[in-house]
């Protein structure tokens, strides 16, 4: 029986407009609404369908960020058999050193066979967390996974390259995967099914005591992205405003 | 020949029939003629595989699972013309095809687009992916200024419900802007929810998301409940039908008009204010759930023939078979029609001239 364990964390949720705290070093939180990394709920779809393929069981653990009960209440509804909440209080950030050292004492104790993180998050200002991970618990990694399958000690899986390239390889297990798709697109579950995994569903808690950060980055200042020159609109009819980009295209050597 | 072994368990025609009985009017699915009308008149009947008419007869032969394997549901619109036409009042749309998406939901199997929607729903609270805090964007810079209720802290006349298209679409923020106009026109004191504001829900129901309607549905009702105001109003006939017909069932009861009734019943004080724009041949489109779903015929054609130099000529189909002459314009009642009819006039041979407009533009315009 194959043991899955999906990382999953909340992440800025692009849909408002991110603003810079007053130490002008990291996102204003007062206002920052968060949504699960797209990769991670692609990391859990993938271990749901290697479940269903193949059977095993799949946990998933998160950090105690708002929103997160909600993330794996829904993932219990498409199939996750435990839900693991780490908490403390995150509320000046984390960074990926110190939430992967956060999760290795967890993830020894569930003894996993393969672990799904997402490949990247928006927020992952000092890499992504699947190598720590990997490194921690003396393990294999393969990032940029878009398809995985399990044939007995090992995993068969396709890598991503740039340029459109696929490779095929064989991975070891025990092993961390980063997930950059999930086979099929993260599956819909009808709120009524989720409203009702919470009633039977439980989250266990893990207390956190200490984060270390150490080998992370240390933010000098962040700022929004900030605007360049204006482009120029060409005026008139249609061969007046051939004949100037003709004009601007012979002075600045193109022509 | 093969006889198959009966099942161990009812079938699942068996358990979905019984689950149809249980609802409003649900016997009347045994008194189905296979007249077929239902199949005639859906404007997607011709493209299913399992138009109405056959998907009742495949659920009586216990051959429903042939159908949810196929795309069929999800060609429904929930426009009610079968459910209009049945000589025997059979409940299809509310019915067998909403019951149909509710079960095509629980099994994952839903198109991308709808997925999305519903996510979107969900986090925030429009199916458009807008941001909620943005939602009374469109009115900032209106002059007077829209009270928005927490902000306002007193009791309004009119709570203005919005909705999704109205807050957010580009197109049919007009409309808005243009109720806008008529309302102080008029002098009415109304305020907004704003970004407190969520989706009515109605088209979340009629898709099979019946968990998630009761979502949106609780939150707009603990927003109803925190202000003091006399009526809602409302632009979009699937609010209007959420709050009026829906909501209740779940303990939320609030009088609600749509727009077209609330300016009719101060026609009177309209028309003095109405210049016209010259003469103009205008035909009007019933909307769905103003028209077959809720009865109201005859405010807005009303509210178009009080626009000075407005004649209003007919389609072929109106009333209760309304599909969308000899019309320079279009009007519509509700806030999906302006950009999908401004785009099928950009496909449909000869209707390249139709211009689309909602009853309230008209009205504004004129005034």
């Not at chain 1, 949504?35 to 290697?50: G, K, T």
């Not at chain 2, 009966?6 to 009347?28: C, M, Q, V």
């Not at chain 2, 008009?257 to 109405?274: A, G, N």
Request: with cysteine.
């Amino acid at each position: 029986m194959t043991h899955i364990l999906v990382t999953a964390k909340m992440v800025p949720d692009l849909v408002e407009e991110l603003e810079i705290d007053d130490s002008g070093t990291a996102l204003d939180m007062t206002w920052l609404r968060l949504i699960i990394n797209e990769f991670d709920d692609h990391s859990i779809e993938q271990a749901i369908l290697l479940k269903e393929k193949h059977g095993g069981d799949v946990t998933v653990i998160a950090p105690d960020f708002e929103g997160i009960d909600d993330v794996l209440f829904t993932a219990a509804a498409k199939g996750a058999d435990r839900l693991i909440k780490l908490t403390r209080d995150f509320e000046e950030g984390v960074n990926n050193h110190a939430l992967a050292r956060a999760y290795v004492e967890t993830i020894k104790l569930q003894n996993p066979d393969l672990i799904l993180t997402g490949v990247q998050a928006n927020n992952d200002l000092d890499g992504s967390i699947g190598p720590y991970l990997a490194e921690l618990l003396g393990m294999s990694y393969v990032g940029y996974i878009s398809g995985v399958s399990l044939e007995g000690d090992k995993v068969v899986v396709q890598k991503e390259y740039p340029g459109g390239l696929i490779g095929e390889m064989e991975v070891a297990l025990p092993a961390v995967l980063g997930i950059q798709a999930s086979e099929e697109p993260p599956r819909y579950v009808a709120v009524s099914k989720v409203r009702q995994v919470m009633k039977t569903a439980t989250i266990e808690e893990q207390e956190i005591p200490d984060l270390d950060p150490r080998g992370g980055l240390d933010v000098n200042s962040m700022y929004l992205p900030e605007a360049a020159e204006k482009a120029e609109m060409l005026e008139g009819d249609e061969e007046e405003i051939a004949a100037k980009l003709v004009e601007i295209l012979k002075d600045s050597g193109i022509l | 020949m093969v006889i198959a072994s009966a099942p161990s368990s009812p079938s699942f025609s068996k358990t979905f029939f019984d689950s149809l009985y249980e609802l409003a009017d649900g016997e009347r699915f045994k008194s189905c003629l296979q007249c077929a009308t239902c199949s005639g008149i859906c404007p997607f009947g011709y493209l299913m595989d399992f138009p109405p008419g056959r998907m009742i007869s495949y659920l009586r032969a216990d051959l429903f699972d042939e159908i949810l394997d196929t795309d069929t549901v999800w060609m429904c619109v929930s426009c009610y013309a079968c459910t209009e036409v049945c000589p025997a009042k059979i409940p299809v749309t509310p019915g067998l095809m909403t019951r149909a998406k509710e079960e095509m939901l629980l099994a994952g199997n839903l198109p991308s687009e709808l997925q999305d929607a519903l996510e979107y729903s969900q986090r925030y609270g429009n199916p458009l992916g807008e941001s909620p805090r943005k939602r009374a964007d469109w009115a900032k810079d209106l002059s007077p200024e829209i009270p928005i209720m927490r902000k306002a802290g007193r009791r309004v006349d009119i709570l203005w419900f919005v909705g999704d298209y109205p807050s957010y679409h580009p197109r049919v923020q007009q409309t808005s802007i243009a109720l806008h106009k008529i309302l102080n026109a008029l002098e009415v004191d109304f305020g907004i929810l704003g970004p407190e504001e969520n989706s009515d829900g109605d088209t979340q129901r009629l898709a099979g998301e019946r968990g998630l309607f009761e979502v949106l549905a609780e939150k707009n009702g603990k927003c109803f409940s925190r202000y003091d105001f006399g009526q809602i109003i409302t632009t979009d006939p699937h609010a209007y039908n959420a709050i009026k017909n829906e909501y209740p069932q779940l303990g939320i009861e609030y009088p609600i008009q749509h727009y077209s009734e609330f300016l009719y019943e101060r026609i009177d004080d309209l028309k003095p204010l109405l210049k016209g724009n010259g003469q103009v041949k205008v035909t009007y489109h019933d909307p769905c759930y103003l028209g077959r779903v809720n009865k109201i015929y005859d405010q807005p054609r009303a509210l178009l023939r009080a626009i000075p130099g407005l004649e209003l000529v007919e389609m072929p189909h109106n009333h209760s078979t309304s599909l969308a002459s000899g019309a320079e314009i279009l009007a519509v009642a509700c806030p999906y029609e302006p950009p999908r009819f401004e785009d099928a006039t950009k496909v449909v041979d000869g209707a390249e001239g139709l211009i689309v407009k909602d009853i309230i533009e008209l009205l504004a315009d004129a005034i």
